[in-house]
């Protein structure tokens, strides 16, 4: 089977010029020949200005077409490059899956009055206040737009929360009170009830708003012809929202679509409730194995590695995973700060590129480099996809078997001639591992392709072979070309 690769293409900090869906269509033949084979791009449609990253969404069908919030563009361009560039991807045999904001809404049109009260940040079920009147922004008329593409309006009883009374000027968390107006059930316990994220959010029990965000998702799926969606947010919306959402959008394009849920939370009980709640509808981010990066690379020579995959989607629910390293909330300065330090980017990299379960995905940052910095993993990136696609393949074996140094080995099947690797991690000093990549790899000669070893290995007649890694460092082992199978 194909090793797809899914890429973030964005970071937190890309300038704010329009011309990300430009590079991205003059990108799309070099992710083809790298290896990419789905491409998550950011929220498409207007923010709150032409500077919003994409979560501070006014207008879902303005995809950079109309002259709204300042700005007929997005931060990335106009809906014809974007149509442009997913044109190209898919000439280039690249999926296209767009992140789909539907938890809140930012930048309203003009304030409304409504009864509301304000709640406890630390505790959401606890109210600070009798209901009193507040004025707030909830009012989305789109004048730019008119009533293409949807007639729908938005007001003050489509959302359960808001952050200002503009009537004081004071802000906080405001629940709106209404007559069967709750924070949702179906959404993480902590805060008491975490419903409310920002902006005013969204009720998704509301009927005209659950109708309303199932025609924008066929709508946008059928204008920009995605093949999936990346779902922001979903710890923060009605997980019963969210499955009827992806059953409907799918039955109405009668045809695959692929879906992956932003649910950040390291606990993968947690994880694995809301799978269950959600009927295996759509994959989810592995935040265990992130953050177990992360510690990894924060504790060096401490970690035990042999607890790396402990906690992690990846090994409970290989088929749901989708691995990566870092993202646009974990890098520096963002939200969910939490980015793997550099020594130990190849590495994680490394194990998620090259073990056989979980959906990789790229970050943006890792490979063209974050705030107008190159980033210094992109060549070994490229020789880890190019060490995917030719020879990531077939059985599997792990040797976690010591804290310092770990390893695994893919011995290859007959489809891909020359398949086969061993990978070796150290977070501590100079190692080896003695792994088994098979008989029928007796007598190659093997190198190490992340240009950390210089040596040739030679396999024994038992499939038997001493792996070294350097001190830090990650080790990847394949058949050396026959024609340099004498060299050394
Ligand atoms: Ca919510």
Partial sequence: MKNGVMMQYFEWNLPDDGTLWKQLKDDARHLH???????????????????DVGYGTYDLYDLGEFDQKGTVRTKYGTRQELQEAIAELHRHDICVYLDAVMNHKAGADRTEKCMAYPVDPDNRDQPLAEPYEIECWTGFDFPGRGDKYSSFKWHWYHFSGTDRNEADEKNGIYQIVSEGKAWSIGVDTENGNYDYLMHSDIDLNHPEVIAELNRWGIWVAR?????????????????????????????????DFYAVGEYWKEDLTALEEYLGHVDYELDLFDVGLHYNFFQASQAGREYDLRTLLDG???????????????????????????????????????LVLLMREGYPCLFYGDYYGMDGTPSPHRGTIDTLLNVRRHYAHGEQELYFDHPSTIGLVRRGDDKHPDSGLALVISVGDEGDKLMNVGTQHAGEVWHEVTGNRSETLTIGPDGNCVFPVSGGKTAVWVKKPEEEQQAT
């Fill in 223 to 255: 204008e920009l012809e995605l093949d999936g969606m990346r779902l922001d947010a979903i710890k923060h919306m009605n997980d019963q929202f969210v499955r009827q959402f992806l059953t409907t959008v799918r039955s109405e394009l009668k045809r």
């Fill in 33 to 51: 020949d790298i290896g990419i084979t789905a491409v998550w791009i950011p929220p498409a449609y207007k923010g709150t200005g032409s500077n």
């Fill in 312 to 350: 992690t989607l990846v090994r409970n629910h290989p088929t749901l995973a989708v691995t990566f390293v870092d993202n646009h909330d974990s890098q520096k300065g963002c939200s969910l700060e939490s980015q793997v330090e550099d020594w130990f980017k190849p590495s994680a990299y490394a």
